[in-house]
C-alpha cells in the first residue's frame, strides 16, 4: 500500500486572464494620460490663475509635501488627520449597521414597529447635523458622530434588503438537521448577505468622505484635508485647493479598492455579467 506524498501544484494563471488584467491597466494608463493632456492644454489656452494645469498641481503638492502649509502641519498630518475620523466613523458605522440590519432583518415585525422612528433620520442628510455636533461635541467624537450617521444607514439598509433574500429552504434545512439558531445565522444568513454588506459599506464610505469634507470646512480645528482647503481657499490659492481635492479622491479611490479585493476574495463564487 503506498501514500500520496505529492504537494498540491499552484493553479497557474491562465494567459486570457492575464492579457485581459494587462488591458484594463493600459486602458487606464491612456486615458489617465489623455485626460492629464487635454487639461494641461486646455490651461495653457485659458491662461487664468483661477485654471492651474497639472504641472502647476505637482508644484503645490511638492511645496506642501516638503514645506507644510502657511500653519506648518505636514500633508501628511491633514491627511491622516482626515483618515483617522473617516475609520473611527465608518467603523462604528458598520459594527452598529450590520448587527442592527440582521436583527431587523431576520424579526420583520421589530422593523415595521420601529419605522417611525429609523425612516425619518435616514433622510436627514448628516450635514444637517454639523450644527448640532458643534454644540454638543468636540474634537474627534464630533467627526466620528457625523460619519456615523452618513455610513450608518447605506450598510443598515443593505443588511436589511440583503436578510430577505435569503431562501428559506436553506435555513430549513438546517433546522431539519438539527441546527440551531445560531449555527444557521452564522452559516446560513450571514454568508448569504455578506455581499450586499460589502455593498453597503462601498457606499457607506462615499458617504464617509462626503461628510468629513463637508465637516471639516465648518472649522474648529486646524489640520485635515477639508480645513488645508479652506485655508488655502481664504488665500485663493488654487492649485494648493486642488491638491487637497485629488489628495480626498485617490484616498477614497485606494479604500474602495481594498474593499473590492475583499469582496473578490470572499466572492470568487460570484458571475461576473457582461456585454
Do not use: C
Request: charged share 10%; net charge positive; glycine share 10%.
Amino acid at each position: 500500500m503506498t501514500t500520496d506524498t505529492s504537494q498540491p501544484v499552484a493553479k497557474p494563471i491562465e494567459p486570457g486572464a492575464f492579457n485581459a488584467g494587462m488591458r484594463i491597466v493600459l486602458w487606464n494608463v491612456l486615458s489617465l494620460a489623455a485626460a492629464l493632456a487635454g487639461w494641461q492644454l486646455a490651461s495653457v489656452l485659458i491662461a487664468s490663475p483661477f485654471f492651474p494645469g497639472p504641472l502647476k498641481i505637482v508644484e503645490a503638492f511638492v511645496q506642501l509635501a516638503t514645506q507644510g502649509d502657511t500653519f506648518g502641519h505636514s500633508l501628511w498630518t491633514h491627511s491622516w488627520a482626515s483618515i483617522e475620523r473617516v475609520l473611527v466613523g465608518f467603523g462604528l458605522g458598520v459594527v452598529l449597521g450590520v448587527p442592527l440590519g440582521l436583527l431587523m432583518g431576520l424579526y420583520p415585525e421589530v422593523y415595521a414597529g420601529t419605522r417611525s422612528v429609523l425612516e425619518p433620520f435616514r433622510f436627514i442628510p448628516p450635514i444637517a447635523w454639523i450644527p448640532l455636533a458643534i454644540i454638543f461635541f468636540s474634537g474627534l467624537t464630533r467627526f466620528a458622530f457625523l460619519i456615523f450617521l452618513g455610513a450608518f444607514f447605506p450598510v443598515f439598509t443593505s443588511t436589511l434588503v440583503g436578510v430577505s433574500r435569503v431562501e428559506p429552504i436553506h435555513r430549513k434545512v438546517g433546522l431539519v438537521h438539527g441546527a440551531g439558531k445560531l449555527w444557521t445565522l452564522t452559516h446560513v444568513v450571514v454568508p448569504t448577505v455578506m455581499p450586499d454588506i460589502m455593498a453597503g459599506m462601498r457606499v457607506g464610505l462615499g458617504a464617509a468622505w462626503l461628510t468629513i469634507v463637508a465637516a471639516e470646512l465648518a472649522g474648529g480645528i486646524s489640520t485635515g484635508l477639508g480645513r488645508m482647503m479652506t485655508n488655502y481657499a481664504e488665500l485663493v490659492q488654487v492649485p494648493h485647493v486642488i491638491v487637497g481635492m485629488l489628495l480626498i479622491g485617490f484616498i477614497g479611490f485606494v479604500m474602495n479598492e481594498i474593499l473590492l479585493l475583499i469582496e473578490k476574495r470572499l466572492f470568487r463564487w460570484r458571475w461576473q455579467v457582461s456585454l
